[in-house]
């Protein structure tokens, strides 16, 4: 039988995060290498960028609802966000007791 491998919205951001070092280390290792090496890092590089607009094309929906996620942990995102001018080094709670 078959197994699907079902895509969440963590492990689609965990990819696209190592797609994008991948092509960052290519772009780096171009810098020292052979012309005739480059050819083939630049294919492989333009390989990845075709995959990563192909996955930032596609419809990605979350298990337990983004809109959910993101009402549940807004004192949170807000507190991330907004600018701080009093000074003080911001802080992260216990969220658990």
Do not use: W
Not at 10 to 34: D, F, L, P, T
Not at 83 to 93: E, F, K, M, V
């Amino acid at each position: 039988m078959e197994r699907a491998y079902v895509y969440t919205l963590g492990v689609v951001v965990e990819q696209v995060e190592m797609i994008e070092s991948a092509i960052r280390n290519m772009e780096q290792a171009m810098r020292h290498v052979s012309p005739a090496t480059v050819d083939v890092i630049r294919r492989n590089k333009n390989q990845l960028e075709s995959l990563l607009e192909r996955i930032m094309d596609t419809n990605v929906s979350s298990t337990p609802g983004l809109q959910a996620s993101i009402e549940g942990n807004k004192q949170c995102l807000q507190d991330c966000f907004s600018a701080d001018y009093t000074n003080r080094l911001s802080t992260i709670r216990r969220t658990r007791r």
